[in-house]
């Protein structure tokens, strides 16, 4: 049997290693990760991710070829294929700085199987990582390789939030890429021979490793791209009366583009987008290429000034203060159906609002109803209150370091509260912000909110959910990201 090992039981390895085990039960698949809590979540009922159709795959296989454990050492020595998927954060100081990957969690790993290891390894990267960390841990492992030969591969993961189990069962491409010499074409041969059980061949791509580890950063500067295209299109289409949803429609029909990632909102977030342009612009100024390195440096700056933007023409509209104003905002994930708030463009909102001395009133969304329900037992609406306080709190890629390292105590941001629901967020504010475009929002009873608000009412929406004229009837000010302008907007300032 051949036995597989991942370190690291997060949102890639414990989704991956899963389908693995149920496509191929011939294969032993071990997860394995040094948090005991996080481990005994996944050997519990109550996973600690939650992504459609993880539960089932996981209790079909669990306990016969799906196994997860504390006991790294052990299951890496015994594996003849190791998947490495932990996280490769943003350096927050020294050389690189705001930009560069912090490899200390992929070098410690990289340094521990060549402790442990007794028989030759397949040494996968699944985390996101620069070109060339496979040069830098191969000379890791030879040089403590005591006569044992490794191979490294990339394997990037290409899933999306909310979707990533359907991304696995039926993925748009499988990418390998292995070293051009015999044994490297060999290993590469072994892993696609693993996802061969379940993926058409003609899906399976193999390169070599550096343009392996390049797609993967290039796949997410493109996707964050265009949503930055569309994006300085919608503060286009404010001054000058076009609407931006039918912009993006026209331009969305030309077969050559294509629909996909043509909302404008108030900006992109996650766990990897800002975080692999930043090392997509760090790579280029070391290889001397600052042109290439400040193109994509605009991607992430237009995401900046949009949610800047936004945030003025809350400030602008409310006479120029928003300073003991009661605001409602509604979702604060980065997406719908995910509760993950890495990155969301609602912490730069919050943070650029309380910086004008606002009170915050949170309504999550969907998230409570949809996740809930599965997860009574986890879910506490305190530590939901932490979360938050500490994504508020946290400087700027910390988010991305275990919650050790961390500030243990974030400090209180006293003008934050948190709000069962949508009327009760809406209760006695002056107005309204849209931040995820959870569909439940299509849906509200905005006459109710209106007449619970302060006068004038405000809907600032960021995801473009709601009809705006619409609201406008019910008697709101309403601003949409890239839609012609209520008149009360049209002589205010876009930027301060």
Known sequence: MVKICCIGAGYVGGPTMAVIALKCPSIEVVVVDISVNRIAAWNSDQLP???????DAVKQCRGKNLFF??????HVSEADIIFVSVNTPTKTRGLGAGKAADLTYWESAARMIADVSKSDKIVVEKSTVPVKTAEAIEKILTHNSKGINY???????????????????KPDRVLIGGRETPEGRKAVQALKDVYAHWVPEDRILTTNLWSAELSKLAANAFLAQRISSI??????????????SEVAYAVGKDSRIGPKFLNASVGFGGSCFQKDILNLVYISECNGLSVVANY?????????????RFVNRVVSSMFNTVSGKKIAVLGFAFKKDTGDTRETPAIDVCKGLLRDKATISIYLGFFLFFVVPLFPNIYDPQVTD????????????????????????????KQVSIAWDAYEAAKGAHGVCILTEWDEFKELDYRRIYDDMQKPAFVFDGRNVVDPEKLRAIGFIVYAIGKPLDSWLKDLPAVA
């Not at 454990?69 to 052990?74: F, Q, V």
């Not at 300085?232 to 931006?244: K, P, Q, R, W």
């Not at 400087?395 to 243990?408: I, S």
């Open 151 to 169: 191979q490294i591969l990339s394997n990037p993961e290409f899933l999306a939030e909310g979707t990533a189990m359907q991304d696995l069962f």
């Open 69 to 74: 454990s504390t006991d790294i050492e052990k």
């Open 386 to 413: 932490d979360q938050i306080q500490r994504d508020l709190a946290t400087n700027k890629f910390d988010w991305d370091h275990p919650v050790h390292l961390q500030p243990m105590s974030p400090t209180a941001v």
């Open 49 to 55: 991710i939650y992504e459609p159709g993880l539960d």
């Open 296 to 308: 994509w440096k605009q991607v992430i700056q237009i995401n900046d000034y949009q949610k800047n």
């Open 231 to 244: 994006n300085a299109i919608s503060a286009l289409c404010e001054a000058t009366g076009a609407n931006v």
